[in-house]
């Protein structure tokens, strides 16, 4: 059997770090005087003294390290156990939500989907917006560091064609984590203050611009303005653009840099497709908008560039009348958000990797058909691709399209018109957050969807997140044997 013990010691001081940060939105609320703070204190109260009673508990017996079993319960304890937590002042203070609307809140906020169900934001206390934008960062940072650390560990998805002699970890106890995870944490923290330092230089208000900034890097997209960054129309739309693309990329690729290797991030075939495939887009986009509507060249592109990039990076920030821009630019914004941002990133989706290597295996097969005796092997970045990376591949590609089906016929079962299930599932499977169809059109939010929905499309965060297999591998019995 599995020894429990490990995880719970660190979940146990995870708990302690998340009720701590907590009392952050509660000076801002105390210091405003929003009348807000209590709640905060008393869900700070509440998370780290649980964390602290299960860390000592568990005691020395939980500092032993994680193999691979663990680490698939850490990762799974996380996003589940965490979100709970985290509702609580969503519960016990402003916006006072439901236990339903509380948890897809917060479990949105970590996953990065950037969904809510919280209205007439401009209304609501700063505390609050700013434990929305932390959500957002730690679970960014939190799926940086499964990512590249655990998901390779883990054989999920083809992730493990990322191992190079120089980040592997497997086989022992996650030998070179901590000096992996500072790295990365130095890039995510780095990249967050060149991003609030421009969002502040361009004219945002302080607490936009940092919320702005924690859920941009995140790819989160949680916005204190109900117009999203509809309220910072030009240069905030070039800014979080920017910012979007840079939080999509590989993080790895950003060490590398520092580390000497100036060509690392555009020499990476993942990154190039990924810049290529998004402009491509939105000049299809732009082009359509100008031929239907007429809209001005500069206005048109820039709105089609940030929201275009904003569904492909999965951050979910929105800008102008999205959803009124025709089928056509909603079909190109659908296949844009299914495939998502880079591997490697807080971005979800399939993501680029995946559909490079699908891509690489349809011209490998076609060229067989042609020629029968041609031996092609499926090739990404100048190395072959394995078999066993090709079906992991393969599985998780066709998992995903799957429950996409399965979650947008779920949802419709549950009263939801067909084009909000649809568009309901894509955004939460694929972690993207957006809000199209007419069960969102009176609010731009999720809050009109049942209770049962919500729990649906919770599900469906949660699984998108925990890249699909990762999230079903515990209920196979022989997982739990030694």
């Known amino acids: 059997m599995i020894d429990l013990t490990p995880v719970a010691n660190i979940l146990g001081r995870l708990l302690v770090v998340l009720g701590l940060l907590m009392l952050l939105p509660a000076m801002l609320d105390w210091a405003l005087a929003t009348g807000n703070a209590g709640a905060f204190v008393q869900s700070s109260l509440i998370t780290a003294g649980l964390g602290v009673l299960v860390a ?23 996003w589940i156990v965490l979100p ?22 917060a479990v949105s906020g970590l996953t ?92 945002m208000q302080p607490l936009d611009a940092v919320v702005h900034a924690l859920a941009s890097i995140a790819t989160g997209g949680f916005s204190p303005q109900d117009a999203s960054f509809g309220a910072y129309r030009g240069a905030g739309e070039y800014a979080g653009a920017l910012f979007m693309l840079l939080a999509a990329t590989p993080y790895i690729l950003y060490v590398q840099m520092v580390n000497g290797q100036r060509r690392a991030l555009w020499g990476d075939p993942q990154v190039r497709s990924f810049v290529i495939w998004v402009m491509g887009a939105v000049l299809v986009v732009t082009l359509w908008r100008l031929q239907t509507a007429g809209d001005p060249l500069e206005a048109s592109f820039r709105e089609t560039l940030f929201n275009m990039v904003s569904v492909m990076t999965g951050t979910g920030f929105g800008s102008g009348s999205f959803s009124g821009w025709g089928g056509f630019a909603l079909l190109v914004t659908f296949v844009m958000g299914v ?25 490998s097969q076609i060229g067989k058909i042609a020629s029968p005796s041609r031996v092609a092997p499926v090739r990404y970045a100048g190395r072959a691709v394995d078999s066993e990376t090709l079906n992991s591949v393969a599985m998780f590609v066709t998992f995903y399209v799957l429950l996409l089906g399965i979650f947008s016929v779920a949802l419709t079962l549950t009263g939801v018109d067909q084009t ?63």
């Not at 679970?139 to 999920?156: D, E, K, N, T, Y």
């Not at 807080?346 to 349809?362: M, P």
């Open 112 to 203: 990065t989907t950037g969904a809510t169900v919280v209205t007439e934001l401009v209304e609501r206390p700063a505390g609050m917006h700013l434990w929305r934008g932390m959500l957002n960062w730690l679970g960014g940072l939190g799926i940086a560091f499964v990512a590249m650390i655990f998901l390779p560990v883990m054989r999920v998805g083809g992730m493990q064609f990322f191992r190079t002699e120089g980040f592997d970890t497997l086989g022992k106890v996650l030998p070179r984590a901590q000096d992996i995870a500072l790295s990365l944490l130095g890039v995510y923290a780095g990249l967050t203050v060149a991003c609030l330092t421009t969002y502040l230089l361009i004219g």
């Open 420 to 482: 909000s299930a649809l568009f309901g599932a894509w955004a939460t499977l694929g972690n993207i957050g957006y809000s199209i169809g007419p069960m969102v059109a009176r609010t731009g939010t999720f809050v009109d969807f049942p209770d049962t929905a919500k729990w649906l499309m919770t599900l469906a965060m949660l699984m998108g997140r925990l890249s699909l297999l990762a999230f079903f591998v515990i209920f196979l019995p022989r997982f739990w044997r030694n």
């Open 84 to 105: 709970g937590f985290g509702a609580l002042p969503f519960m016990l203070g402003a916006p006072g939500l439901s236990v339903t609307d509380a948890y897809f809140e």
């Open 56 to 78: 000592l508990s568990t005691g020395a017996r939980g500092t032993r390290g994680l193999d691979a079993r663990t680490a698939f319960l850490l990762t799974l304890a996380i």
């Open 339 to 363: 495939i998502g941002g880079c591997s490697g990133s807080s971005s979800a989706g399939l993501s680029v990797f995946r559909v490079q290597v699908s891509l690489a295996a349809l011209r």
